[in-house]
C-alpha cells in the first residue's frame, strides 16, 4: 500500500462545475500536509497548506480529518484554467523532512 | 511564495558526458533541498535528500556514484549526472524546503543524452 494514496481520475468536468479531491495517507505521524498543483512538463507549484482547522483559498477549499487520515481539496466554480495534475502532498517533521507525494489527480475542465 | 531557481533549463548532451544541475533558493535559505526525477506520464520520484554541510541521503536505487550532489551552502544544491546515458534522459527537478516544511520546486531541468 502506498503511503499517500490519491484517485488518479482523470475528472472531466463542466466550466462552473464543483468537484473534489481525497486523498488518504498512512502514517499517523505526518505532520504537515499540502496541495500542489503541476500542469503538463512544468514543475509542481503550492497551491495551499492544509491545516486542522480547514482554510480557503478564493475557490478552493482544503481539509484534513487526521483520525481518519485523509485531506480533500474542494474547488468551487471550475475554470479552464484549473485543469492540471493536483498532488496531495504528505510531510513529517522526522526523517529530514522528507515529503512524500501521491501519484495526483488529473482534472480537465472543459467548456 | 518563494523562489527557487534552476539551470540549465535544457540540456542536450552526448552518451558518456556528465551534466552539472544547479539549484538555488533565490529569497530563502534552504538547510535541505531535494532533488526529483519524473519520466513523461509518471509521478514524480524522489532521488536524494540534499543536506547542507553533509552527505546528501539517496533513495533506494539511486545510484550516489552517479548522481553526484553537492550542498555547497544554505542557497545553492547541485547534482551531477555522470556518464551519462540515454535512460538518463528525464526531466529533473529540484526544491529547497522552508522551515514550515513547505517545498517550492525549481521550474525542472530537461536532460536529453543522445
Known amino acids: 500500500r502506498k503511503e499517500v494514496e490519491q484517485d488518479p481520475g482523470p475528472f472531466n468536468v463542466p466550466e462552473g462545475a464543483t468537484v473534489a479531491f481525497n486523498c488518504t495517507y498512512s502514517n499517523s505521524a505526518s505532520q504537515s500536509f499540502f496541495w500542489y498543483r503541476q500542469d503538463c512538463r512544468k514543475e509542481p507549484k503550492l497551491l495551499m497548506s492544509?491545516?486542522?482547522s480547514g482554510n480557503e483559498d478564493g475557490r478552493f477549499t482544503a481539509q484534513l480529518n487526521r483520525a481518519s487520515q485523509y485531506i480533500s481539496l474542494l474547488i468551487r466554480d471550475s475554470k479552464l484554467s484549473d485543469s492540471a495534475t493536483y498532488l496531495c502532498v504528505v510531510a513529517y517533521n522526522t526523517n529530514a523532512g522528507k515529503s512524500t507525494f501521491g501519484d495526483g489527480t488529473t482534472l480537465t475542465v472543459k467548456p | 511564495g518563494a523562489v527557487v531557481s534552476q539551470h540549465p533549463s535544457r540540456v542536450i548532451c552526448k552518451s558518456g558526458t556528465s551534466v552539472k544541475i544547479e539549484c538555488r533558493s533565490l529569497d530563502f535559505q534552504a538547510t535541505t533541498m531535494f532533488w526529483y526525477r519524473q519520466f513523461p506520464k509518471q509521478s514524480l520520484m524522489l532521488m536524494a535528500t540534499?543536506?547542507?554541510?553533509?552527505?546528501?541521503?539517496?533513495e533506494q536505487g539511486v545510484e550516489k556514484d552517479k548522481f553526484l550532489i553537492n550542498h555547497a551552502s544554505l542557497t545553492l544544491s547541485t547534482l551531477t549526472v555522470t556518464s551519462a546515458h540515454p535512460e538518463d534522459s528525464s526531466f529533473y527537478i529540484c526544491?529547497?524546503?522552508?522551515?514550515?516544511?513547505?517545498?517550492?520546486f525549481g521550474p525542472g531541468t530537461r536532460l536529453t543524452v543522445t
Open positions: 526544491s529547497a524546503r522552508t522551515s514550515g516544511n513547505e517545498q517550492y
Open positions: 540534499s543536506n547542507e554541510g553533509s552527505k546528501a541521503t539517496y
Open positions: 492544509v491545516y486542522s
